[in-house]
């Protein structure tokens, strides 16, 4: 369902996903897999609908077929996707949004690791926050809620009182399975967003609406 217009939504902290929420780093994502999968002979039909928002090691480790060096294969994809950030942009309403936070109230968490999460942030105008959370840093990614957790815990709030912003279904399950509330990113996709889970096209239908009792305050617009 989509979040209804004028609905105020307030949080003790903001845990954003990376790309598809904050990050449009589809076509470069894309590009890149399909390339791959071509080359070793998966279909790349049966990849897409699982790719994203997932950590680069453990999609590589489910598509690859048998013979495929998994080490070899994340190394060469991750200097792809890591060198190449053309076409990469903000979500639209991303920095706007950004800027009007308070920046100890929102934070990042991401399947990327750091390295290419800085890459994709950068090339999207997005200084990265300093209680970022990224991949290599938990024991299990999305849809584990591990990330979610520990991005809770680093904002200094119980996950079900913070709420979280994800396009994909992965991440969309981590942040459930945390307890937190969770807001869909769905420009393209609202079809694929759990029945349960409220959803906005894009970033710009949300206003920051100040600090309200100590939490965070938003206008769905």
């Excluded at 470069?28 to 609908?49: F, N, Y």
């Excluded at 024991?139 to 913070?162: N, S």
Aim: aromatic share 6%; charged share 25%.
């Amino acid at each position: 369902m989509r979040l209804e217009t004028g609905l105020a939504i307030e949080a003790q902290a903001l845990l954003f996903d990376m790309d598809g929420t904050l990050v449009d780093s589809r076509v470069v994502v894309e590009k890149i897999w399909k390339r791959w999968c071509d080359e070793v002979g998966v279909d790349w039909h049966d990849v897409l609908p699982r790719l994203h928002g997932v950590r680069m090691y453990d999609s590589i480790k489910q598509f690859a077929p048998p013979g495929v060096d998994i080490d070899a294969a994340y190394a060469r994809l991750y200097r792809e996707e890591v060198e190449d950030v053309d076409g990469i942009v903000p979500i639209p309403g991303a920095l706007e949004l950004l800027a009007a936070l308070p920046p100890d109230r929102w934070t990042i968490v991401t399947s990327a690791d750091t390295v290419l999460a800085k890459a994709r942030l950068g090339a999207a105008g997005i200084i990265p926050p300093p209680r970022m959370v990224t991949g290599e840093v938990v024991t299990h990614g999305k849809p584990a809620p591990d990330a979610y957790l520990l991005g809770a815990e680093r904002m200094g709030a119980p996950a079900p009182a913070c709420l979280v912003f994800e396009d994909a279904k992965a991440g969309i399950d981590a942040g459930l399975a945390a307890g937190s509330r969770v807001i869909a990113i769905a420009g393209d996709h609202p079809g694929e967003v759990p029945a349960t889970v409220a959803w906005v096209t894009d970033l710009t239908s949300l206003r920051y609406d100040g600090l309200h009792d100590g939490k965070v305050r938003l206008l769905c617009t």
